[in-house]
């Protein structure tokens, strides 16, 4: 069965410093991986998707994270973190050929000014 | 293209009685979710429809919970009766018939229970 492993509950930064968000997947077979962003009150959006073509996979707001078959990891990672970044961030995997999206727990990112 | 729409925002009801969702998914996207966030944790998925089949309800609590999507367009999610643990935000999400393709979500439910 599929699942992902989110590292750290909460993430704080500073503004302008580098953002790393982590995640660790576990799947018999290549997944597809998300990454998606919730901001209060909201529904969940998404950052970025990696579908087994480049490793490395670039999303909206200066996000990417590259896919890592050898650590079964995919994090995310922004260079400067923005004041707006601050939000609750979803790791999500989903089986070649399934239809079920399965969440990891979700890490909060903290920004300071 | 209009993104998936859910009513109502935010619902407040005593232990004991009923509530339903209703979602609206996006235009032609086949598959359907429902799923249940409590506060600090990831969406749990409830049911899963294709289409105006079930797919997946293994983590639904079919004594209280109950979900149709009739004419596998519009989806309605119930329970009866609540209780205080059932307060959470009840996403429903759509995604097209691909495998592998994400799921768009609506702004969610939240429910509290007294």
């Known amino acids: 069965a599929q699942s992902v492993t989110q590292l750290g509950s909460h993430v704080s930064v500073s503004e302008g410093a580098l953002v790393l968000l982590r995640c660790n997947y576990s799947?018999?077979?290549?997944?597809?991986l998300f990454w998606y962003v919730q901001y209060p009150n909201q529904g969940l959006q998404l950052l970025l998707k990696?579908?087994?073509?480049?490793?490395l996979v670039k999303g909206i707001n200066g996000f990417e994270a590259e896919f890592k078959k050898s650590e079964t990891s995919f994090h995310l990672t922004k260079p400067s973190a923005h004041m707006s970044d601050a939000a609750e961030y979803f790791c999500?995997?989903?089986?070649?050929?399934?239809?079920?999206?399965?969440f990891g727990a979700g890490t909060r990112l903290f920004v300071k000014a | 293209e209009a993104g998936v729409a859910q009513s109502p925002r935010y619902k407040i009801i005593e232990k004991r009685q009923s509530v339903a969702f209703w979602c609206n998914p996006i235009?032609?996207?086949?598959?359907l979710y429902w799923y249940q966030q409590i506060l600090g944790q990831g969406p749990k998925l409830l049911i899963q429809?294709?289409?105006?089949?079930?797919?997946?309800d293994s983590q639904l609590p079919k004594d209280r919970f109950s979900a149709e999507r009739l004419k596998g367009v519009d989806s309605t999610l119930k329970i009866q009766p609540a209780k205080l643990e059932d307060s959470a935000v009840y996403l429903c999400?759509?995604?097209?018939?691909?495998?592998?393709?994400?799921?768009?979500f609506g702004q969610g439910t939240r429910l509290t229970v007294v």
């Open positions: 999400a759509s995604s097209s018939i691909r495998g592998g393709t994400e799921a768009f």
């Open positions: 799947s018999s077979v290549p997944p597809y």
């Open positions: 990696y579908t087994s073509a480049a490793t």
């Open positions: 999500a995997v989903i089986n070649t050929g399934g239809f079920k999206t399965i």
């Open positions: 235009s032609g996207h086949a598959t």
């Open positions: 429809f294709q289409n105006n089949g079930v797919v997946d």
